[in-house]
């Protein structure tokens, strides 16, 4: 069975391109997940999850997409009202969330391509009544990245609220720096920067936020974060993982160790700076970066084309490259380059030569 899409050529922005080795790892036996061997797994796997998510503390391993891991952040560390800052299509699912959780949300939104000016964060805060803020660090709708750090200095002056921050494009490809920043909750999920194939949802907090669920009553049961303090603690999970996929993270987690988180990133930076200066290269084809210039992400690239995105998608699965649509208000209009997780600059490029030719035959 084959879906048509060439190893190597599938640059959608998540899920990502796998490699065969982490898809071999996957098809181990089956072992009973709170024997040691498993516990073992946990113990290996969470110590390289701390440093790509920047904390001292364990980091919850969930089984789910990475909504799962959004509403946990929402049902354990916020109260009432939140303030949602949005960058895109994925920082407004954040704020649903929070809606479908019966949190009130106020919205401050960018302007395509560009992010909420920090002053209009503060002012906001200033107004008050605010128990988290919600945020997302990689906008992988239109490729713009956050300044997270500069969020949390900010989150930082108002005693009791919290910093909920969605980073399922930007773990694992850019720093991630928890502690330090004074994130409270950071959510990712396997199938972006990781590389692994999707079903796990990855969740750091801190200390605060644990306290706060601890007075929280509508915890629920699946998403409760006591109970993964409980299991995290002692290299287990609540309830029975996706076995096959922490076969996948335990082997994908050891090359990422390899690689080195400092290389990681830096080769993230770099395919997102070669896409980039690709597209600049190319404006004569009327393409041009959703994102404001020193504002990309360095996962995904969203580009304005003037060929439809559905016609751009087509002509490059005949190439067999697969691409990201666009999404919301631009799915006609752009298309998305996946570079994240395993990709390397020279694959990308081979890609964009291939994309330079099929935007050029009109
Ligand atoms: C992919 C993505 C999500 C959604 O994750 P699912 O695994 O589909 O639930 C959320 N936020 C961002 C920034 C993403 O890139």
Request: charged content about 20%.
């Amino acid at each position: 069975m084959s879906f048509g899409i060439p190893a190597g050529k599938f640059f959608v922005p998540g899920p990502t391109e796998v490699r065969a080795e982490v898809l071999v790892a996957m098809s181990q036996p089956m072992t009973f997940h709170r024997d040691p061997p498993m516990e073992a797994l946990m113990a290996r796997v969470t110590t390289t999850l701390c440093s790509v998510f920047g904390t001292a503390r364990r980091v919850h391993v969930l089984t789910g997409s990475g909504t799962s891991a959004m509403e946990l952040a929402i049902r354990n560390g916020t109260v009432k009202n939140v303030l949602s800052v949005i960058h895109g299509d994925f920082g407004e699912r954040f704020a649903r969330i929070a809606e479908a959780c019966g949190r009130a949300v106020t919205r401050l939104k960018a302007e395509p391509g560009d992010v909420v000016p920090l002053d209009r964060i503060r002012e906001a805060l200033q107004r008050g009544g605010f128990d988290a803020v919600l945020v997302t660090h990689s906008e992988t709708a239109l490729g713009v990245l956050a300044d997270v750090a500069a969020i949390g200095r900010i989150v930082a002056e108002r005693g009791d609220c919290l910093l909920l921050v969605d980073a399922v494009s930007a773990a694992g490809a850019t720093p991630v720096e928890s502690d330090a920043w004074g994130l409270d909750a950071v959510v990712s999920a396997s199938q972006k920067a990781l590389a692994l194939p999707p079903g796990l949802a990855f969740a750091a907090v801190s200390e605060r936020l644990v306290a706060r669920a601890r007075t929280l009553p509508d915890r629920g049961a699946y998403l409760d974060v006591l109970k993964y303090e409980d299991f995290t603690a002692r290299q287990q999970s609540p309830t029975t993982p996706a076995i096959p996929l922490l076969y996948a993270l335990d082997r994908q987690m050891a090359d990422v160790e390899k690689e080195t988180l400092p290389g990681r990133f830096t080769r993230h930076a770099s395919m997102a700076k070669a896409c980039v200066e690709w597209v600049g290269r190319h404006e004569h084809l009327g393409i041009s970066v959703m994102a404001r210039a020193g504002l990309g992400s360095p996962a995904v690239t969203c580009i304005k084309s003037p060929i439809p995105t559905r016609e751009v998608q087509a002509r490059m699965r005949k190439e067999g490259y697969e691409l990201g649509g666009g999404q919301a208000e631009f799915i006609a209009n752009t298309f998305r380059v996946g570079h994240m997780g395993d990709h390397t600059v020279g694959g990308m490029g081979a890609m964009l030569d291939v994309l330079g030719s099929v935007l050029q035959s009109r």
